[in-house]
């Protein structure tokens, strides 16, 4: 997963950078790089494989200078191979980048920029963002970065951290937040400052750091920093104290792991799409899989089999495979597959979804599966866990460590792996034509800016908490592929506030919970613009009928469905693939300010553990 640090001080700055890599090193990535300048020149190493390999790099041949800036990848465009690691180095060399997050429009870009005779040196999307700077900057000495940096910004689509070093102006280094692709902190010394993504990284050197807002951009001297506003506006930055201690030091300026984690997801489901989509050629990249395309052709059947925050993902992950790949998929819990004695044979995949892969019932029904001869698959987040050692092939979910006891980074990683996952059969399976995997593979490219702009409403779920958490029962209504998000919904209400909490296919509440509604039980209804949407308009119709207080999840600019409910949450237009993974967000952050305002230990709810290895 993609990391960043920069340096501008009076010490040697390779050190400095390499620890702080060193330092992100839990995120996992494939590649890294450092730039420092010297001698009116940016040096720059880079090398695939660990950090290690970075390391030796520079000690066989040593960088000298006190500004840099350096990065650990993870693949998203071009395959891992040094020329694609960051730092990124404009045609001459006057401007170097790093960067996270995915340049929606890079070939457009590229494309336009290749025609006025620019050569691209790497694969990557991020190679175009210091090309463009160069061109702002013009020729000649002059040529200020920071300006420069806001006009290739504004021709950028997605969310992006970028932290960009000229040796035109070697005195300092420019950083730009836009969306949530990462965070950027500014970490506070004397007579030096440090730039990284996480302040993990430099808590060796500082303990006082400012945060990056999105659109937001900072220029950082030895002795000074000033953040402004993408438009130019100066901003007044908060300097914050970090805590001594590494694993609070790790919230950041978040108060709750869950909340960070919550803001992750725009940078960490960039991480999942790392590597897995080949963007210029359509095509989804899953080698630890270990599936070959006669294989993928046999199979009958897809059993999935989960616990808890694990299942709900499965529920929408079926819709995906039995939808692209065509392929029947069974949901089951980890806890109920193997009493049933459940049919199994060669042309049956069994996959685990499991964040910790330590859930003692979904290991069991791993073991279940091998012994009747079904091919075994995992999704997992723990690197090196018993779920993934055991899998005949896994799909990591590349969402960091995830310490609230609550799920949430975990779950919409799973769900964007079971979408690769579904892409990927199709693809073996014949059931999708390029032209359409091409249109998935620009759909997940919109995710991360899509996520980091559902996060923005986080202020309007705030302040319904402060209306809404004295109240005992909530019922969740969702349809179609967002069904399992309304269970989702209501687990993280039941997990973190201690609120009774139903989650509901929609069009069953006629058939029993509507003797539940009444003004004393919300009813939060997920309504997007999708297939189904008319069926919900009159499910929420008919619990205003009963007097209930209605919250609706809609796409934004819907007009209908918000003139008939009491509260309204709004969620970017999408497609409906990724509605799922949108909407689940704000009851996220809705179960969270719930939570908060009552007062209960978000990140370790009484009685529930993070990882279940018990019976
Ligand atoms: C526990 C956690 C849940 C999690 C479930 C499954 O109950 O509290 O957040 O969803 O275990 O965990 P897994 O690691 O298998 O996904």
């Given at each position: 997963?993609?990391?960043?640090?920069?340096?501008v001080?009076?010490?040697e700055?390779s050190?400095?950078?390499?620890?702080?890599?060193?330092?992100l090193e839990?995120r996992?990535?494939d590649?890294?790089?450092?730039?420092?300048f010297?001698?009116?020149?940016?040096?720059?190493?880079?090398d695939?494989?660990?950090?290690?390999?970075l390391?030796?790099?520079?000690?066989?041949?040593?960088?000298t200078?006190?500004?840099?800036?350096?990065?650990?990848?993870w693949a998203?465009?071009g395959?891992?191979?040094?020329?694609?690691?960051?730092?990124?180095?404009?045609?001459?060399?006057d401007f170097?980048?790093?960067?996270?997050g995915?340049?929606?429009n890079?070939?457009?870009l590229?494309?336009?920029?290749t025609?006025?005779?620019i050569?691209f040196r790497?694969d990557t999307?991020s190679?175009?963002i210091?090309?463009?700077?160069?061109?702002?900057?013009?020729d000649g000495a002059?040529?200020?970065?920071?300006?420069?940096?806001?006009l290739a910004v504004r021709?950028?689509?997605g969310?992006?951290a970028?932290?960009?070093?000229?040796r035109?102006?070697?005195?300092?280094?420019?950083a730009?937040?836009?969306?949530?692709?990462?965070?950027?902190?500014v970490g506070?010394?004397?007579?030096e400052?440090?730039?990284?993504?996480?302040?993990?990284?430099?808590?060796?050197?500082?303990?006082r750091a400012?945060?990056?807002?999105?659109?937001?951009?900072v220029i950082?001297?030895?002795?000074r920093?000033?953040i402004?506003?993408?438009?130019g506006?100066?901003?007044?930055a908060h300097?914050?104290s970090?805590?001594?201690?590494?694993?609070s030091?790790?919230?950041g300026?978040?108060?709750?792991?869950?909340q960070?984690?919550?803001?992750?997801?725009?940078?960490?489901?960039?991480?999942?799409?790392?590597g897995?989509?080949?963007?210029?050629?359509?095509?989804?990249i899953?080698?630890?899989?270990?599936?070959d395309?006669?294989?993928?052709r046999s199979?009958?059947?897809?059993?999935?089999?989960?616990?808890?925050?694990?299942y709900?993902?499965?529920?929408?992950?079926?819709?995906?495979?039995e939808?692209l790949?065509?392929l029947n998929v069974e949901?089951d819990?980890?806890?109920e597959?193997?009493y049933?004695?459940p049919i199994?044979d060669s042309?049956?995949?069994?996959?685990?979804i499991?964040?910790?892969?330590?859930?003692v019932?979904?290991?069991a029904a791993?073991?279940?599966?091998?012994?009747?001869?079904?091919?075994v698959?995992?999704i997992v987040?723990?690197?090196?866990?018993?779920a993934?050692r055991?899998a005949?092939?896994?799909?990591?979910?590349?969402?960091?460590?995830?310490?609230?006891?609550a799920s949430?980074?975990a779950?919409?990683?799973?769900?964007?792996?079971?979408?690769?996952?579904a892409?990927?059969l199709?693809?073996l399976?014949?059931?999708?034509t390029p032209?359409?995997?091409?249109?998935?593979?620009?759909e997940?490219a919109?995710?991360p800016d899509?996520?980091g702009r559902?996060?923005?409403n986080?202020?309007?779920l705030r302040?319904?908490?402060?209306?809404i958490h004295?109240?005992?029962?909530?019922?969740y209504?969702?349809r179609?592929?967002n069904?399992?998000?309304?269970?989702?919904?209501?687990?993280?209400?039941?997990e973190?506030?201690?609120?009774?909490?139903?989650?509901?296919?929609a069009g069953?509440?006629?058939h029993?919970?509507?003797?539940l509604?009444?003004a004393h039980?919300p009813?939060?209804a997920i309504?997007?613009?999708d297939?189904?949407?008319?069926?919900?308009?009159?499910?929420?119709?008919?619990?205003k009928?009963?007097?209930?207080?209605?919250?609706?999840?809609v796409?934004?600019?819907?007009?209908?469905?918000?003139?008939?409910?009491?509260?309204?949450i709004?969620?970017?237009?999408?497609?409906?693939?990724?509605?799922?993974?949108?909407?689940?967000i704000?009851?996220?952050?809705?179960?969270y300010h719930?939570a908060v305002?009552?007062g209960?230990?978000v990140?370790q709810?009484r009685?529930?553990a993070k990882?279940?290895?018990?019976?």
């Amino acid at each position: 997963m993609c990391g960043i640090v920069g340096y501008v001080g009076s010490r040697e700055a390779s050190p400095v950078i390499l620890d702080g890599l060193q330092r992100l090193e839990y995120r996992g990535y494939d590649s890294a790089g450092i730039a420092v300048f010297a001698d009116d020149t940016i040096h720059i190493r880079r090398d695939v494989g660990k950090l290690s390999n970075l390391r030796a790099r520079v000690a066989a041949s040593p960088l000298t200078g006190s500004v840099g800036i350096g990065h650990t990848r993870w693949a998203t465009h071009g395959a891992v191979v040094e020329k694609n690691a960051h730092p990124h180095l404009s045609m001459n060399g006057d401007f170097v980048v790093v960067h996270n997050g995915i340049v929606e429009n890079y070939l457009e870009l590229r494309e336009e920029l290749t025609a006025k005779g620019i050569v691209f040196r790497s694969d990557t999307d991020s190679e175009v963002i210091a090309q463009l700077i160069e061109r702002y900057a013009g020729d000649g000495a002059h040529g200020d970065v920071a300006e420069a940096t806001r006009l290739a910004v504004r021709q950028l689509r997605g969310a992006h951290a970028i932290v960009v070093l000229s040796r035109r102006q070697p005195d300092r280094l420019v950083a730009v937040r836009i969306g949530n692709a990462g965070g950027v902190a500014v970490g506070v010394g004397e007579g030096e400052h440090f730039i990284a993504s996480d302040v993990s990284a430099i808590l060796d050197y500082t303990h006082r750091a400012a945060f990056l807002e999105s659109r937001q951009m900072v220029i950082v001297h030895a002795d000074r920093f000033a953040i402004q506003m993408l438009d130019g506006t100066a901003v007044s930055a908060h300097v914050q104290s970090l805590p001594y201690d590494p694993v609070s030091a790790a919230k950041g300026e978040y108060k709750h792991f869950m909340q960070k984690e919550i803001f992750e997801q725009a940078r960490s489901i960039t991480d999942t799409l790392g590597g897995r989509v080949d963007f210029e050629h359509s095509q989804i990249i899953l080698p630890s899989l270990n599936l070959d395309p006669e294989r993928a052709r046999s199979l009958q059947r897809l059993v999935t089999v989960a616990c808890g925050t694990s299942y709900y993902s499965a529920l929408v992950g079926k819709f995906y495979i039995e939808k692209l790949a065509r392929l029947n998929v069974e949901v089951d819990y980890g806890s109920e597959y193997r009493y049933r004695d459940p049919i199994l044979d060669s042309d049956t995949a069994v996959l685990a979804i499991t964040q910790s892969g330590e859930t003692v019932d979904t290991l069991a029904a791993m073991e279940e599966a091998r012994e009747k001869g079904a091919l075994v698959w995992a999704i997992v987040n723990t690197i090196g866990s018993q779920a993934m050692r055991f899998a005949d092939g896994h799909i990591t979910m590349n969402a960091g460590p995830e310490i609230g006891v609550a799920s949430t980074k975990a779950f919409t990683a799973s769900v964007v792996d079971q979408y690769l996952l579904a892409l990927y059969l199709g693809m073996l399976r014949g059931t999708l034509t390029p032209g359409e995997l091409r249109a998935h593979a620009r759909e997940l490219a919109k995710l991360p800016d899509l996520i980091g702009r559902t996060l923005e409403n986080e202020h309007t779920l705030r302040d319904l908490a402060g209306h809404i958490h004295e109240y005992t029962n909530f019922l969740y209504l969702g349809r179609g592929i967002n069904y399992p998000i309304a269970l989702e919904g209501a687990l993280k209400l039941k997990e973190i506030s201690y609120i009774h909490a139903e989650g509901y296919p929609a069009g069953e509440m006629k058939h029993g919970p509507i003797a539940l509604i009444d003004a004393h039980m919300p009813v939060v209804a997920i309504a997007l613009r999708d297939n189904v949407y008319d069926k919900m308009l009159s499910q929420v119709e008919q619990a205003k009928a009963r007097n209930a207080r209605v919250i609706a999840l809609v796409t934004e600019g819907d007009t209908v469905i918000s003139s008939k409910a009491d509260d309204v949450i709004e969620v970017p237009a999408c497609s409906p693939f990724l509605t799922p993974i949108l909407s689940v967000i704000p009851l996220q952050l809705l179960a969270y300010h719930v939570a908060v305002r009552r007062g209960a230990d978000v990140d370790q709810p009484r009685n529930l553990a993070k990882s279940v290895t018990v019976e």
